[in-house]
């Protein structure tokens, strides 16, 4: 993840854009004037608020600025589409989501963006998209929620934790130069996210002949020495800590007290990668220690252009998964130019024309191409500011480019990037 920023931004925002009409039926080698278009509204549901605070506000900002390109995009194109973006809080609270999610499409969304935990998401797919076929992007990242049966309407951008529990032992492997005959003290929330990171980060680090001590908690626990205590109990070689920032500020804490804990020795998933360390977790547990976070191509011209326009931006400068909720609102705008619709289940059935080796490459820099492509019937394979695109059969990345970052100084530099990909 790219570092968090707090801040939040108002429950509900539109950004509305220029132009009118498109292609209705048949595909088009180019689009004309007389063209009947369509306005597609992107529901953007994310948490302002609650245990995962940080994210929503940077991650709405993405979003819309997704939208702004997919509208300067269809101008140009010669496309009289519009787009827009609606936005509510989820309060990192699944009744709550649901909530907002209906709320988004009371207001017209036919495409999601968000939320940010699995407990949400399933919330919203149970009781609002499952029936409806409509699209859900989350930047939710556990395991378990491929468990459930979504009616092929979840796509995630962002890679599953499958794949960041590995970043972690590879990481952890790297520090310790290996890992056989080694000791990995794991403390993990008892949530989704957390077990999930725990179960397939202990497989593998046993697999590779290292040794994992997990101990579990909840949230709103009235204390946490007990667990702070079996974990350095341990004599671990290093720490893994799976969990929401909330909590392991207490987790923390209670890790500082037993006198036994080593910041430089801890290394973090993803929802703990904050920048700057918020009041509630103390820094002595931060400081030196290292977080793994899904990541973006540093190089690329797509990436260094992104970068460029997010900071230069009015709203916070980085945050969490910027660059994944900014592709999941240019693919839900690019789905629906494929479709020729807002139905939902017209999106929902475009989305692996987007994706894959199977099109041609195009970055949102090269948005207005793609946008005649897809109009005309074609194919294309879009290329991310996190990387490219390439769905697998459930609707999950087939590989993850994940940053390993340190915090020195208080803040997090990066230190490598490692590229994960499916077995």
């Not at 204390?223 to 909330?246: G, M, R, W």
């Not at 020795?265 to 703990?272: E, G, M, Q, R, Y």
């Not at 976070?293 to 400068?317: C, I």
Request: proline share 6%.
């Amino acid at each position: 993840m790219s570092r968090f920023r707090l801040g939040r931004l108002a429950a509900t925002v539109a950004i509305t854009a220029l132009a009118a009409g498109v292609v209705a039926s048949a595909p088009l080698a180019r689009p004309t004037a007389k063209s009947a278009g369509f306005t597609l509204t992107i529901g953007d549901v994310e948490d302002y608020t609650g245990a995962l605070g940080p994210i929503g506000a940077p991650a709405d900002k993405a979003v819309k600025l997704a939208v702004a390109q997919l509208n300067a995009a269809a101008k140009k194109a010669g496309l009289p589409d519009r787009f827009k973006v609606t936005t509510a809080d989820t309060q990192s609270d699944p009744q709550q989501a649901i909530s907002a999610a209906r709320q988004v499409v009371d207001s017209g969304a036919t495409c999601l963006t968000g939320p940010a935990s699995t407990p949400e998401a399933i919330a919203i797919l149970n009781a609002v998209t499952k029936v409806r076929r409509m699209v859900m992007m989350p930047t939710a990242t556990s395991i378990a929620l491929r468990q459930t049966n979504d009616n092929h309407t979840i796509f995630r951008v962002v890679p599953p934790d499958s794949l960041q529990a590995r970043a972690l032992v590879i990481a952890v492997k790297q520090y310790l130069r290996g890992a056989k005959g080694k000791t990995v003290a794991l403390g993990y929330l008892n949530l989704p996210y957390g077990t999930g990171i725990r179960n397939a980060f202990s497989a593998a680090w046993k697999a590779l002949g290292g040794k994992v001590v997990t101990v579990g908690y909840n949230q709103d626990q009235p204390s946490y020495d007990s667990e702070a205590q079996k974990l350095v109990a341990a004599h671990p070689a290093a720490f893994v800590i799976a969990d929401y920032p909330d909590t392991f500020g207490k987790v923390a804490a209670a890790l500082l007290r037993t006198g036994g804990f080593n910041a430089k020795k801890l290394f973090v998933s993803d929802a703990l990668a904050v920048d700057p360390i918020p009041s509630t977790i103390p820094a002595a547990a931060l400081l030196g220690a290292h977080a793994t976070e899904a990541g973006a191509p540093q190089k690329t011209a797509v990436a260094k252009a992104f970068n460029k326009l997010y900071r230069s931006t009015p709203g916070p400068k980085t945050g969490a998964l910027i660059q994944y909720s900014f592709d999941s609102g240019i693919l839900c705008g690019l789905a629906a130019v494929a479709a020729h619709s807002t139905a939902p289940d017209k999106i929902r059935s475009e989305m692996t024309k987007i994706s894959g080796p199977r099109g041609k490459p195009l970055t949102y820099l090269q948005l207005s191409r793609a946008m005649r492509a897809l109009a005309a019937g074609k194919h294309v394979h879009y290329i991310g500011v996190s990387g490219p695109i390439d769905f697998d059969s459930r609707g999950d990345t087939k590989s993850g480019l994940y940053d390993l970052l340190q915090w020195v100084g208080g803040h997090l530099v990066l230190k490598k990037q490692i590229q994960v990909t499916k077995r």
